[in-house]
């Protein structure tokens, strides 16, 4: 029986036979970078602006729904303006020829997300990738335990921008979306080594993206 001790292997320990001897030797990792690298990167290297160097619960005497710096990750702050979906103009949701009467813009302290529809929303900060990072972005519990489901694709090396979230509205009722406060959770994972191209060498669609942004070809 494995024994489960911390960073002993099954194959170490002869439960699992090692059949792939040198293919274990190529094996790439991905560990996952602590709140002081964040903090550092994002004081001498930009990487994150306007950065919030602690996790932020209130406002004055008000609760918000966390932003900034945690243990892990970042927490970044949803803006206040938002592209809500609509039907109004029974226009045709293409990513290849987007139209944009498929949507009407929101700006104010919070948006009202249809009951299952859809908006996207862009965030306070602008990030800057370095090369040897990959991003993944997380919905918050808060929202998630109400229906609200974020989607960010991962921030690839050396992109940078701001980020256009994408907000799912699952339940039967109207969704309240607060502007300034937490939607998402930043998690940066470290590469072994460096990529040979990066999403600023391939000049991507999305590269230096400032609002929100709809799709592109």
């Given at each position: 029986?494995?024994?489960?001790?911390?960073?002993?292997?099954?194959?170490?320990?002869?439960?699992?036979?090692?059949?792939?001897?040198?293919?274990?030797?190529?094996?790439?990792?991905?560990?996952?970078?602590?709140?002081?690298?964040?903090?550092?990167?994002?004081?001498?290297?930009?990487?994150?602006?306007?950065?919030?160097?602690?996790?932020?619960?209130?406002?004055?005497?008000?609760?918000?729904?966390?932003?900034?710096?945690s243990?892990?990750?970042?927490?970044?702050?949803?803006?206040?303006?938002?592209?809500?979906?609509?039907?109004?103009?029974?226009?045709?949701?293409?990513?290849?020829?987007?139209?944009?009467?498929?949507?009407?813009?929101i700006?104010?302290?919070?948006?009202?997300?249809?009951?299952?529809?859809?908006?996207?929303?862009?965030?306070?900060?602008?990030?800057?990738?370095?090369?040897?990072?990959?991003?993944?972005?997380?919905?918050?519990?808060?929202?998630?335990?109400?229906?609200?489901?974020?989607?960010?694709?991962?921030?690839?090396?050396?992109?940078?921008?701001?980020?256009?979230?994408?907000?799912?509205?699952?339940?039967?009722?109207?969704?309240?979306?607060?502007?300034?406060?937490?939607?998402?959770?930043?998690?940066?994972?470290?590469?072994?080594?460096?990529?040979?191209?990066?999403?600023?060498?391939?000049?991507?669609?999305?590269?230096?993206?400032?609002g929100?942004?709809?799709?592109?070809?």
């Amino acid at each position: 029986m494995f024994s489960g001790r911390v960073g002993v292997s099954p194959a170490a320990e002869g439960i699992l036979p090692d059949a792939f001897p040198r293919s274990r030797n190529l094996l790439t990792f991905m560990g996952i970078h602590a709140d002081h690298w964040i903090r550092r990167m994002a004081k001498e290297h930009g990487m994150i602006e306007p950065f919030e160097e602690k996790l932020v619960r209130k406002s004055g005497d008000a609760q918000v729904i966390s932003y900034g710096l945690s243990s892990y990750g970042y927490d970044l702050r949803v803006a206040d303006e938002f592209k809500v979906f609509t039907n109004v103009y029974n226009a045709v949701v293409d990513p290849k020829y987007f139209d944009p009467r498929s949507f009407v813009d929101i700006q104010g302290e919070y948006c009202l997300v249809p009951p299952n529809s859809f908006a996207l929303a862009r965030s306070v900060e602008y990030f800057r990738i370095p090369r040897d990072v990959l991003t993944l972005c997380v919905g918050k519990s808060t929202y998630a335990r109400c229906g609200i489901i974020v989607n960010v694709t991962p921030f690839e090396p050396e992109w940078e921008g701001h980020v256009t979230l994408e907000i799912s509205n699952t339940t039967p009722l109207p969704a309240k979306i607060y502007s300034g406060e937490g939607l998402a959770q930043v998690l940066f994972l470290a590469a072994n080594e460096p990529c040979e191209i990066s999403y600023a060498d391939r000049a991507g669609k999305y590269q230096s993206q400032r609002g929100i942004t709809t799709p592109r070809m």
